[in-house]
């Protein structure tokens, strides 16, 4: 029996990744996930392999940066699988680009997904949570990002530390709920995401194809680049009992990366 077992979650960006690893993780720990994303064919996928695992699952196509389409998600998870206990906000986009080149639409678009896609799934979550007196738990993508400003990704990692304020503030405020909000910094992620930071990198400063990604895994004290299942593994604790008296928080899963 999992340490969730009877626990019904969601996950945005689920259909790939780090979104589709923790989705799977947490129906192996014992929930009930509902997968939102904006590749519907990935999700069926994705539910299918929750399937095996011998959970439900539903599928829900949503874009995180409408905060109409984000709410109406949360109601349709609680509606489909009868519950909602854990929102993970995974869902995010990169932009790599140099600071003097980033236009004003730069900006927009990937606000409006990293942080106001973040803002709204808490928003969603928080009023369910509130809604049905559930001592739910909120969980926010940030990154090693989210704690170092990273040369050609300068909106990228305002981003990502703008999720930890979120999470700092979203903390302090639903704690008297026995809501908790916390957030999980990976570092550099096997990943769709992490082909096009190399490849966008390597335009930018001629290096050759794979040598950003080599050179910032050869970065890592463990020796390696971080799995899906690496920060999955991470999240299925922050989702469950142990880590009942941790809010607010959002550390680093980095293989020894970025040192706080
Ligand atoms: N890959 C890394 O090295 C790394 C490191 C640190 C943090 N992260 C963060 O982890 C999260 C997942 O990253 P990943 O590497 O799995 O990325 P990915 O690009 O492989 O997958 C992202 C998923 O999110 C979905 N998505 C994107 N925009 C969406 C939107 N507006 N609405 C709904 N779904 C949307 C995509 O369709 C995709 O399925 C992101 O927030 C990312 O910033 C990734």
């Not at 906000?89 to 790599?96: D, E, F, H, K, P």
């Not at 926010?140 to 040369?151: E, K, L, P, V, Y």
Request: hydrophobic fraction near 50%.
């Amino acid at each position: 029996m999992g340490a969730i077992e009877g626990t019904v979650a969601l996950v945005t960006g689920a259909a790939q990744g780090i979104g589709r690893a923790i989705a799977l993780r947490l129906a192996a720990d014992g929930a009930d996930v509902a997968l939102v994303d904006l590749n519907e064919d990935k999700l069926a996928g994705v539910a299918g392999e929750v399937a095996a695992l011998g959970r439900k699952s539903t599928t829900i196509v949503a874009n995180v940066s409408d905060r109409a389409q984000v709410h109406a998600a949360v109601a349709q998870a609680r509606e489909d699988l009868g519950s909602l206990e854990i929102v993970v906000n995974n869902a995010g986009i990169v932009q790599v680009k140099p600071i003097t080149d980033v236009t004003h639409d730069d900006l927009s678009a990937i606000v409006d997904v990293n942080v106001a896609g973040v803002v709204w799934g808490i928003q969603a979550a928080a009023k369910a949570f509130l809604e049905h007196g559930t001592k739910g738990t909120i969980i926010n993508a940030s990154s090693i990002a989210g704690h170092d400003g990273f040369a050609l990704l300068s909106l990228y990692s305002a981003t990502k530390f703008a999720v930890r304020a979120l999470t700092q503030a979203a903390a302090k405020e639903l704690a008297p709920h026995g809501i908790t909000v916390n957030a999980y910094c990976p570092g550099v992620v096997d990943t769709d995401m992490w082909v096009t930071v190399d490849a966008e990198m390597a335009r930018h400063t001629g290096a050759a194809p794979g040598a950003t990604y080599a050179q910032y895994v050869d970065g890592i004290a463990l020796g390696r680049a971080e799995t899906p299942e690496d920060v999955a593994g991470f999240v299925s604790y922050l989702a469950g009992p142990d880590a009942k008296y941790m809010t607010g928080q959002s550390p680093l899963i980095d293989g020894g990366l970025v040192y706080r």
